[in-house]
RNA sequence: UGACGCGAGCGGG
């Protein structure tokens, strides 16, 4: 079993997705009981592909199998859910997952997060988010990411403070998000201020993509010299 | 016990 599960996840990792899912198919056939790893390994490569369909076909599948999922099968399939929109499926695998008392691993949460904040529930998102444990950097990554693409940009700079408040220190993911935010809304004062404060406050280097957005954001609300003297700026590569 | 999982933004195409 562990050599043809090795198999399968050697294909994976070279993103070989239809060898694996070969693979797999032939193990069922001919090789030994696919075990929890296994299939793992098999709903992964759909997931990975936004395959979310065929993902959620093995997640029943290996149920029937009388194999119990782990943190693992659950952060792949709620990553599938996420993927094509699947948000009342995704309730219904949170339930699982509250039933097999795996709600505390921060993996499994910070997918269910994502998924809610995603689909714009965000009352759900924050439940989720309150339950107990520690928040971590993805947690909020997620959730400031949401509301960017909500255009609610008051809500996202809010959580960004109350990341702040809790230690947690925004990386230059979380700036993509709210540059982007900025941009979509229009603040152009507000989107240079904490392109600033990147570099100034928070020691971080802007890379391209920030570069981009700063562009994209002063473009659109007419300001085509600033824009373009900050392409001057960006070294050529 | 672990061979499997672990979030993200803009524009363009």
Redesign the pocket.
Known sequence: ??AW??MI?AY??CKEYLLAQKCFAKMQEEGPKP???????I??TY??HGDGVPALECFQNMQINGLKP???????IL?AC?CIGAIEQGRLIHEQVIESGLQS????R??L??LYA?SGNFEEAHVVCNGLASRN??????I??GH??CGNVKLALQCLENMQCEGVKP???????I???C??AGLVDLGVTYFKSMSDYHGILP?I??Y??MV??LSRSGYLNEAENLLQIIQPD
């Open positions: 079993v562990v599960t090795g996840t994976v990792q075990n929890i790893v296994s299939w793992n390994a709903i992964a997931a990975r782990n943190k693992v099968t659950f952060s792949a990553k996420c691993d921060i993996v499994v910070n997918t997060v994502d995603r950097l993805l947690t909020w990554g997620s400031i990411a960017a693409q990386d230059g993911v979380i700036f993509s998000s540059l982007a935010a941009s979509h890379d993509c920030h981009t957005c994209d954001l």
